[in-house]
């Protein structure tokens, strides 16, 4: 409940105390800054995408929360798996480089580094259950 002003004020010029929202204050903080976590739910699929060659996987199309003010950087840490869809399900290749593959101020592909994937295959990037495992999208001034 209390506002800074810069400027020197009577009590006759007092601007009239701001009452922002949590909702519309954080929306604007994630214009700058936004993250996911492995913890979200263990195994948590991130983006559907598809085996580009048996070492490069693609995940299509990371929606951000918010409109970001700036095209993003990605900081990407912990495991993450690459699952492939196959007759009998998925197959869960360990992911590693994930980086952005291309970015608008709206979503995002992101890629990553696999090893003996199949060219084509339909698949999804997703969080190893890791604690440690954390996605930051950053557009920093």
Known sequence: GIQLEVGEYTSST??????????????RCQRYCQGMSGTLNGNA???????YNDTLGIALYQNFNVEMRALPSLTASGDFIFNEQ??????????????INQASTD????????TGGTSGSPAAL????D???????????
Do not use: M
Not at 45 to 51: P, S
Not at 86 to 99: E, L
Not at 107 to 114: D, E, S
């Open 14 to 27: 007092i601007p009239p105390f701001q009452h922002e929202s949590f909702g519309d204050n954080l929306a």
């Open 45 to 51: 699929q991130l983006a559907a995408g598809y085996t």
């Open 86 to 99: 196959t007759a009998g399900g998925y197959n869960g290749i360990s992911a590693s480089g994930v980086a």
């Open 107 to 114: 979503n995002c592909n992101l890629q990553c580094t696999i």
């Open 126 to 129: 997703a969080f190893k259950n």
């Open 131 to 141: 604690a440690s495992c954390k996605l930051i999208f950053k557009a920093e001034l």
